[in-house]
Structures are given as C-alpha cells and as structure tokens.
C-alpha cells in the first residue's frame, strides 16, 4: 500500500463508479498512522419488510461536496489527532450488497480512529443533501432524505414509473403552488383597482 | 463486490502475504447486511520516540487462529445480528505504512458492527499470542508481547543481530536453567549416596 504524500488531507468525492476499500485506504495511510478505521454503508435487501431490488442515489452535488468537506474540518476539531480522512459516496444506482458509500479515517491510535468514523457516518448521514430512492420487487419505490435526517420529509409509498421524481422537488413545487393562489386571492380582494376620477 | 454466500461465516487467517483490505470486505458481504466495520492495523514509523523502521511478528500458528476463532464467537454471543467476521493478521517483515492486521465486520445495522469490531481488536491484542519485533533506526530491537496484554512481559531494549529470537523462548530457557540447577544440589546435599557396608 503506498503512503499517502499529504497524510492530513480531505478526500471528498462523489461518483457513478462502484467504489474501491482499498483505495480509500491507501488515500489515507500515512508513515506516522498505525490505524485505519472504515466504514462501507451497502444496499441491503430489505427494508421493514419490503423487498429491495435496488438504491438509486440523487445529490444536490456542489452543496453535497461542501457539507462533506465542513463534516471533515469539524471531525478534525474534534480529534485533533486524526490523519488523512476519505469520504466516497456513490450515485445513480447501487445493486444489492455493493457499496453506496465508504468512509477511511487514519489515525496514530485506533480510539480517535473509531470515534471519528461513527461520528463521520452519524453527520453525514445527518446533514448532507443526498437523497436515495428504495426500489421494490413490486414495482413500488421510496424517495427518502436520510431517515436520521432532522429535516428529513419521507414520501409516502407509491408505484413510480418515472425513473427520477425528487421528493424535495415535490414539496417545493407544492408550496410554491399555494403561496402563489394566496398572493391572488389577496391582490383581487384587498386591492382593487383604484377608480378612476 | 461479490456477496458472501455464508453470510454468517468466520474467516480467520494467519499470513506472510500482503493483507487486502477488498478481500476482507468481499469474505463478509451479504444481501442482508447494510453495514460494514472494518480496522486495518498499520505499521508505524515510531514508538515513544524511537524511530521503527519495520515490524515483524511471531505467533504460535495453531493456538492462535483457535484463539481468533473463539474471539468470533464471544462477540457475536455479544451482538447476535452480526453476519460475517473476517479476522487476517500478517506474520512475517511488516514494513512501515503495510497493514498487519484487517478486521472486518458485517451487520445489518452500524452499530451492532462499530461494538463488534472495537471490542475485537481490543480483544485480539488482549489474548492472542501474536509477538511483534520493532527495529530501530540504529539496530536495536524489542520483542513484545501486545503492550495490553494481561500476561505481558515486555523485554528490555537490546541490540539484535540474530533475526529470530523469540521473548518467549528467553523466558522458558531461564526458568528451565534455575530448575534443572535446583533439582541438582537438592540431589548433591539431601540424597547422599549410600554408604557402602
């Protein structure tokens, strides 16, 4: 395994591309670090009962790769000890038991290693826009924000046939719909035309 | 990645070779764990200040694996969603920034694989008797027995030239040479020969 030049660094990305453990290691393996803890988040089969065929991931990328970013500078605070931090995560679609995203965390000790993983996985989770739809064997589908996520407005079940309907858009347009009717109502009741003279 | 086809599988190894972290990650997935742990131990490039320019390990090569195995088992008596363990320590010249030990661990949710692996670790280092040589920039050398372990006997510096001297081998001779010197004047002053008539 080749050691990395810059052992401190942030290796942030997302990809269309199955992701790779052992690069996400090798990115983060410095002379001066005797541990490496990992964490690989899969697409599971199932989910409260439902059978899963596939995860499809959507990002609001640039806000994705910034949230990222700031999740490794406040993990760095944290422990200070920490070396080089990887943080991959995978979009589009994610067949069962392969990797949607994969988290490397060097460190000269393994107790700061460890902590700063969970904490890793627990706040991106948390706080990164990525969205991922839930595929079903019957043709039913979820789009969910994460279900950890404080703002997360899970989309009920439904039998989907397009491929890439955004929950977030949904809510958005919804809102916008009735905000406008409100603004509509008010300008024809409260402000009628002025008379003329 | 290919999924396991026993999910709930041990794979326990002892090896001169290069560790893969990938390996690891392939020997333990399955369809039902969304979860992946992992620790890869690495050399590092010092020790309380001395300047290590690699590590090499010894192990009693059957008691050991028995031990890594009945480690396996207490942890998924700990945490019985665990899928699969893989358990792979190097042996042999384990140079600067190359791992000498993978763990990984499968689970259907995080956490349960976070404890598991932690507590594997922390156990392996504890119990099983794996030996590690630290060489020095300048010559000098330290058998160690794990630094955590509850019967270890660390031995003090000392300049090397053979390449396998093992602590424990040190300690049994030394016990032996005392013992074989007692029976000896206990033979000479309490059992003298009989007198002739």
Sequence with gaps: MAASEVP???????????????AAVEAVTSPSCGAVSLFVGMTRDNFEGHRVVRLEYEAYESM???????????ARCLWPSVGGIALHHRLGVVPIAE??????VAAPH??????????LI??????????????????????KENKECSWSKTQEYSTCSS??????????????SIYLSFLLLLHKYYFPKPSVN
Tied chains: 1, 2.
């Design 122 to 143: 627990d706040t991106l989770k948390a706080t990164v826009p990525i969205w991922k739809k839930e595929v079903y064997e019957k043709g039913q589908c979820m789009w």
């Design 64 to 74: 994705a790769q910034a949230e990222m970013k700031k999740i490794c500078a406040r």
């Design 163 to 176: 491929s890439s309907p955004s929950g977030v858009c949904h809510v958005f347009y919804f809102f916008t």
């Design 99 to 104: 990797a949607s995203v994969v988290i490397a």
């Design 8 to 22: 401190g660094a942030d290796h942030v990305t997302l990809s269309h591309e199955q992701l790779n453990v052992n």
């Design 110 to 119: 393994r107790q700061a290693a460890f902590e700063a993983t969970a904490f």
